[in-house]
DNA sequence: TGCTAATTGTGAAGCATTTCACATGAGTAT
DNA sequence: ATACTCATGTGAAATGCTTCACAATTAGCA
């Protein structure tokens, strides 16, 4: 299906490929401090173990960066990633559960750097409410959805205990927040428009004990 | 390519399969906590928010597990997967830096409820060598390879930053460990044989992002 | 025992994604 | 200029994954 949309139409962009653009823009932001002035999709490929062919089909969705014979412009192309991705800005986000992911989460830099900036945090526990954490004060999971508008929160990471988190989520949603990222091994039901991803550790696990039972070799060498 | 083995051929089996065989998993472990004595593909399908076929298709790889007319019955389905996932047993998991998100793997729960033990710690920080994390002493990561080797560990979580993770990894495929978990933004270099996951939350969250400035409506609701 | 309803297992069809292959355009050197 | 090389952008082919659709099989019941 086409999403015809503002000025452009836009096709369906699959899942790999937007995830091969978060690879791109790391990739090109690791040549640039390498100071390449162009990169081709053959280097790319290579850095990334994909095909040339797969580099430029992504790319191609989103216009025409390159130049033939020359290859892309780097820290043009990294700009243009970054806008495509929507990670030329900052997002506010919050998270729910002060826990040992949560904690965890607060403290990765890996999310500052990228502009996903964690301004919120709750939980229910009267030990951790009002408590700081990197500079923010834990807040009661009861205000939540006040809380999440008059901070015009963004995102949520979901934290919590698999039990509760369909509450959480419930509560998120009517707070008029549209991305949640749950760590919690649940399926959880949102509205459409509701945009959610799982992120589950025991599932790559699993992965890796099928793979070592069945002497599996996964095409093109695993999940990268 | 079909991989001939042992005493029957197995086909290649894909990533989503094994994902999908995780989910059901989880809700055939439920089921059972509900008394249900036998599930429909049709309700399975419903929890996992996928086409009774879909179901049907992936166990179908790996035997006939169900009878017409009724179903599969939920225990023995659990215990089939269980099986084909290899996760009917215990796995001895070593955790490579033990900062922001080491300290939480060794705590989270669900690794050791599906068997993955994490029986080894390993820093290089001398304040944390020699110190307790949940029972387990941190060891120096200087004898990373010998200790792998001695204390039979199967599978390694590397939770350090991405400026070293390359030389840990090297380590770690020295001590002939085939099968890695990877939290470090980076693309690792393994022979073939090795299996590595890489765990990105920040390519999750950039995910999210594109979606909310798309307008995005991933087909079938977006990552499970 | 025979009929009905339910549900699996699976080839084949339908889609989606990846790879191929090549025309096209840009830079370079003589 | 012209020729040569390199590398993009893209239809078309190939491959892979999902869904369809239906024969086969079982349970339940009259």
Do not use: C
């Not at 580099?55 to 969705?61: A, G, H, P, Q, T």
């Not at 826990?99 to 009267?126: P, R």
């Not at 509560?171 to 949102?190: G, H, T």
């Amino acid at each position: 299906m086409d999403i015809p949309s503002g000025d452009t139409a836009r096709k369906r962009i699959s899942e790999s490929t937007i995830h091969r653009l978060s690879r791109y823009f790391r990739t090109l932001s690791l040549l640039e401090k390498e100071n390449f002035e162009t990169v081709s999709s053959k280097e790319l490929a290579k850095r990334e173990k994909l095909t040339p062919a797969q580099v430029r089909k992504d790319l191609s969705f989103f216009g025409s960066f390159g130049t033939r014979g020359l290859g892309y412009p780097v820290a043009e192309l990294k700009a243009k990633v970054s806008r495509i991705l929507g990670i030329d800005r900052i997002w506010r986000v919050a998270l729910v559960g002060v826990g040992n992911i949560g904690s965890a989460m607060v403290s990765y830099k890996e999310f500052i750097k990228q502009g996903f900036h964690i301004v919120k945090l709750f939980d229910n526990d009267q030990r951790k409410i009002g408590s700081n954490h990197k500079g923010i004060i834990v807040s009661d999971i009861k205000n939540l959805r006040t809380e999440l508008q008059d901070d015009r929160i963004e995102m949520v990471i979901v934290a919590v205990p698999a039990t509760v988190a369909q509450y959480i989520v419930d509560d998120i949603v009517k707070a008029e927040v549209k991305a949640i990222l749950n760590f919690a091994p649940i399926n959880l039901k949102v509205p459409s428009g509701v945009h959610v991803r799982n992120e589950n550790m025991v599932m790559e696990l699993e992965y890796l004990s099928f793979a070592m039972v069945n002497h599996h070799s996964p095409k093109g060498g695993g999940k990268a």
